[in-house]
């Protein structure tokens, strides 16, 4: 999660200094961001009723909010709703586990 933000802070200044670079930058923070997402996916389809771990449920929950900014940068706006579907998840699981109870 942290990954798009030090691509970032390393992409836009050689966007800004090389603006050839810049299409091919978009690219590749476009694909960080669905990688990074795709690595939230798999840590929830591993843990998706995990009670004691506050902190992972934090992480993943915050984090993935967090990337959206990223995903905004990579100038595809859809892509910005992505990491938005892992809060989503999440609060289906807690239903889920609310009403097994």
């Known amino acids: 999660m942290v990954a798009p933000w030090v691509y970032l802070a390393v992409f836009l200044p050689v ?21 990074a997402v795709a690595g939230l996916i798999a840590v929830f389809v591993r843990h998706p009723h995990d009670d004691q771990d506050g902190d992972l449920t934090f992480t993943m929950g915050f984090g993935s909010v967090l990337m959206a900014l990223p995903a905004l940068m990579g100038l595809f706006w859809p892509l910005a709703l992505l990491p938005l579907v892992v809060p989503v998840l999440m609060i289906g699981a807690a239903v889920h586990r609310r009403l097994r109870r």
């Open 15 to 35: 966007a800004v200094l090389a603006p050839v670079t810049a299409r091919v930058g978009v690219w590749g923070l476009r694909v960080l961001v669905v990688l």
